[in-house]
């Protein structure tokens, strides 16, 4: 049995859920991860320019990362294992600065997240080791990247691990009241 393609909008606007079809037989699954005209039409626009697969073991966290001059748009997807999802709005005008959206995602729930450009995005791994792959509006530049710690008391996040597995340029990010001015 299949369920249609579906475009959830999330609390934040422009956060977009995607739950796929997926056509399962006894050979196993196949499904489209993107077709631009039907993603379009369900309010995400490309053109996605890059493509980004990681690995992470367990009680990995990555983020809250984001660019300042040429924000990334990420269609982001587990491939394998399972997430805990995190997109945050820093569009300093917008109604909805600061707020944010979760949703796990995982190798066998199919979903997909639409992390609009203007928003920090990070996840955690649940499982033993997850693979998570996600297209991207543009190109990463390291000089153009910003973060916000990843338990920020005033996002309030609520994070299901409590020490996480992070980088060293994770663990020293600010505060979104830290960098506030930096942005647009």
Avoid at 139 to 166: A, K, S, T
Wanted: net charge neutral; aromatic share 10%; hydrophobic share 40%.
């Amino acid at each position: 049995m299949t369920r249609p393609l579906r475009f959830v909008p999330a609390a934040v606007p422009d956060v977009v859920l995607v739950e796929p079809d997926v056509f399962r037989d006894a050979r196993g699954f196949f499904l489209e991860t993107f077709h631009e005209e039907k993603y379009r039409k369900g309010g995400i626009a490309g053109p996605f320019v890059q493509d980004n697969h990681s690995r992470s073991a367990r009680g990995t966290l990555r983020g809250l990362h984001a660019q300042l001059r040429r924000p990334q748009g990420k269609l982001v997807r587990a491939i394998r294992g399972e997430v805990f999802d995190v997109a945050v709005d820093i569009r300093k005008s917008s109604p909805t600065f600061g707020k944010w959206v979760a949703t796990v995602l995982s190798g066998e729930n199919f979903r997909q997240v639409f992390v609009p450009p203007g928003f920090a995005h990070g996840f955690c791994v649940l499982s033993e080791m997850a693979e998570v792959e996600y297209k991207c509006t543009d190109f990463y530049v390291p000089e153009d990247e910003i973060g916000i710690r990843w338990d920020d008391p005033g996002l309030g996040i609520p994070w299901p691990i409590r020490e996480p597995l992070l980088s060293p340029k994770d663990a020293a990010l600010p505060l979104l009241e830290e960098i506030k001015t930096k942005l647009g």
